[in-house]
């Protein structure tokens, strides 16, 4: 079973701080890692993709990558009510994405 | 294009009934996949297609479900009977190429269904 494992959360963070989010995968041999935001009520939309050992930065985004320790992370630099949603870790194995459960983030003004 | 289009948005059903979800995916997609959200499970993958064929269908939950795709257009996911443990929100979802590293993964808007 390949797992993808993200804390539920809710996260709660304060506009402008910076939300950290966490997400661990089994499958030594993934080569793709995603971070997709889902607002409540609507599908999935990819926010930040990375393949590589290292940070990768979008704008406000981050995502961070260690294949050593099997850990893929999103930074979420001033964030804003408007970022809160449940973001989703997915991982890449064969042909299929494989999806965490999601964390939840409540940005508070 | 239009994206990835699903139908109906929303199914309200009784327990024992047939219900048939559709999917139109992105013109050119050769891959085609459908998954299950629950607040339980999380986003789970049910099948997905490559040119039309059934890859993978290791994720169905039983069979009471099974998925078609007649052609490149075109996609249904059918649940008979369906039971109230069932309910949830149904994605397709298709792409280009997914081996391909950082290839993008798109979603239709989802069909939410309720077995009562």
């Known amino acids: 079973q390949k797992e993808v494992e993200q804390n539920s959360g809710p996260l709660s963070v304060p506009e402008g701080a910076i939300a950290s989010l966490n997400c661990t995968y089994s499958?030594?041999?993934?080569?793709?890692f995603f971070w997709y935001r889902q607002y409540s009520g609507k599908s999935p939309e990819l926010i930040m993709s990375i393949y590589s050992n290292g940070d990768k930065e979008d704008g406000r985004f981050t995502a961070q990558l260690n294949k050593a320790s099997q850990y893929v992370s999103l930074l979420i630099r001033d964030s804003q009510p408007s970022d809160s949603a449940t973001y989703l870790c997915?991982?890449?194995?064969?042909?299929?994405?494989?999806f965490g459960k999601g964390t939840s983030l409540l940005v508070t003004p | 294009d239009a994206g990835v289009i699903q139908s109906p948005r929303h199914e309200v059903t009784e327990m024992g009934q047939e219900v048939t979800l559709r999917c139109k995916p992105i013109?050119?997609?050769?891959?085609l996949f459908w998954y299950r959200q629950t607040m339980m499970r999380g986003l789970e993958l049910l099948i997905y297609f490559n040119n039309n064929v059934p890859i993978d269908d290791s994720g169905m939950p039983e069979d009471r479900f099974s998925a078609k795709m007649p052609n490149a257009s075109f996609s249904t996911l059918k649940i008979q009977p369906s039971e109230p443990r069932d309910s949830a929100v149904y994605f397709c979802?298709?792409?280009?190429?997914?081996?391909?590293?950082?290839?993008?993964?798109?979603f239709g808007s989802g069909t939410q269904l309720s077995v009562l």
């Open positions: 499958d030594r041999g993934s080569q793709s």
């Open positions: 979802a298709s792409s280009f190429h997914p081996r391909r590293i950082n290839e993008k993964l798109f």
């Open positions: 013109s050119g997609h050769d891959y």
């Open positions: 997915a991982v890449n194995s064969g042909y299929a994405l494989n």
